[in-house]
């Protein structure tokens, strides 16, 4: 008997399988859970979860999500998640993807406040010399 697993980002399902067994590493500890566990609701703010089939281990690195285990589905809806088969490389791929997207954000930001600026010198040419015909 497996847990089915699926992982969601607001990208969409990253991942989805059937596993022996999984832990997770939340804002509470750690929990190991296995088929007909108990339902459990976990936040987890910077964490992971180690699923487990056999001898292979899949690691979910998670920023910003929720895990939801009932009835042996485990759901993890997440901002920002990385995938990988050792947690050390999975963790530093996480660190590197969310310095990538704050990089981004401050050119968005950069972006935004020069067009509004520009917005605004516009605005003041139409008041003062009123609209172009």
Known sequence: MKINAKVLTPSGVILHGDYEHFVASGDEGQVGVYFNHIPIILKISQGFVKLVDGDENTYV?????????????????????????????????????????????????????????ELARTIQEVIKNGPVT
């Open 61 to 117: 690195v998670v920023s910003n999500g929720v895990l939801d285990f009932n009835k042996n589905t485990m759901r993890l809806i997440a901002q920002n998640v990385q995938i990988g088969t050792s947690l050390e490389t999975t963790k530093k791929e996480m660190h590197l993807l969310l310095k990538e997207r704050l990089k981004e954000s401050k050119q968005q930001m950069v972006d935004f406040v020069g067009a509004e600026k």
